[in-house]
């Protein structure tokens, strides 16, 4: 009698797996949730953990401590790279995709009957990237359509609102892109997100037209006597630009070597140096041609220079003056 309560003791009852998402990238812990017994750190539960990989065909042993306290750590030479803590939990370091699986540790009494056992089924997920929204208008009467598109992210769901009116969502795979038509008139208040169970991405946008395409861009500029300079960027066509520069192929912002407005851009050009500009609106990107830029500066010096050549026409036309007088003189 005895050996059957023993025996029913001893039996497991079937556990659900614990279903666990972690965004790639991210570190986490697998608890221990039995409490683990020793003597006198000589004897002790002997354990295991094992990972049954869903892109692979095998299992993989990654931890363990046997009854005699004696602890055997993967070498994290291969994915998944991970560690035991000291009550047992496993901890997973800067998870991926292919870590995604099913853990289970299993641990045992210390006459070596299985006591629990506890399954986790991780998922792991490329958190989304921002989302860049588009409009396209078409040439006919047609309904403008507005694109959002998320670059990386896994299992996305995707909603777009338009003057505060949900357009749809939708549940898409990778990199995927919806298109969502809108009957309302310009302006447009634009707020698109994209998620997954890991992240969250909005973006807000405001058109106020629809966009024109951008004509290439030309420079423009004007020296000052001291070296400094003024250079302009414009377009002839497209709606709402949006301008960048860029010195000997280096982005520019304003600095104080640099003032920079919108299409306009300041500063000193006593140095010869190359200067383009980018513009770009909803719907086209352009670049200016790279233009050498050099003013250099008006040194006082210069004039004297200049005397020499001044004095010496002034003294020959008084010369040439003089001799004309004497001639006259001499006739007379």
């Keep these: 009698m005895k050996s059957l309560l023993l025996l029913v003791c001893l039996l497991i009852p079937e556990v659900n797996a614990m279903e666990i998402f972690a965004a790639s990238g991210e570190t986490i ?3 221990m949730y039995t409490r683990l017994e020793h003597t006198s750190g000589q004897i002790c539960n002997k ?3 094992i990972f049954m990989g869903r892109y692979e065909k095998y299992k993989k042993k990654l931890g363990s401590v046997d009854d005699l306290c004696q602890r055997i750590e993967w070498t994290n030479k291969t994915r ?3 560690s035991l803590s000291r009550n047992g939990s496993l901890q997973l370091y800067e998870v991926r995709v292919h870590d995604s699986g099913q853990y289970t540790v299993t641990t045992y009494h ?5 006591k629990t056992q506890d399954v986790f089924n991780l998922q792991v997920l490329d958190a989304v990237s921002q989302p860049v929204v588009r409009l396209t208008c078409p040439k006919d009467d047609d309904q403008p359509v507005f694109s ?3 670059a990386n992210g896994t299992s996305i769901l995707t909603s777009i ?3 505060g009116e949900l357009l749809r969502e939708k549940t898409g795979a990778e990199g995927d892109r919806d298109l969502f038509k809108v009957s309302s008139s310009a302006p447009w208040n634009v707020s698109c997100s994209v998620t997954n169970i890991v992240s969250q991405k909005t973006i807000n946008v405001q058109y106020n037209m629809c966009p024109v395409p951008l004509s290439d861009p030309c420079l423009e500029t004007f020296c000052f006597p001291d070296g400094s300079v003024n250079i302009s960027c414009w377009t002839e066509n497209g709606s ?3 301008f960048s520069w860029f010195v000997d192929g280096n982005p520019v912002q304003s600095t104080s070597s640099w003032n920079v407005q919108e299409n306009l851009m300041s500063g000193s050009a006593t140095i010869a140096m190359n200067v383009s500009c980018s513009v770009r609106n909803p719907v086209s990107t352009v670049h200016s041609p790279v233009t050498t830029v050099f003013c250099p500066v008006d040194a006082p010096h210069r004039i004297f220079h200049v005397f020499p050549k001044i004095l010496l026409y002034v003294m020959y036309n008084a ?3 003089n001799v004309i007088i004497m001639i006259r003189n001499n006739k007379s």
């Design 29 to 31: 812990v697998l608890p």
């Design 47 to 49: 354990y295991e953990w």
């Design 80 to 82: 998944p790279h991970c």
């Design 110 to 114: 210390l006459s070596q009957v299985k």
């Design 148 to 150: 959002c598109l998320a």
């Design 161 to 163: 609102t338009v003057n």
């Design 240 to 242: 709402e630009p949006l």
């Design 319 to 321: 010369l040439l003056v």
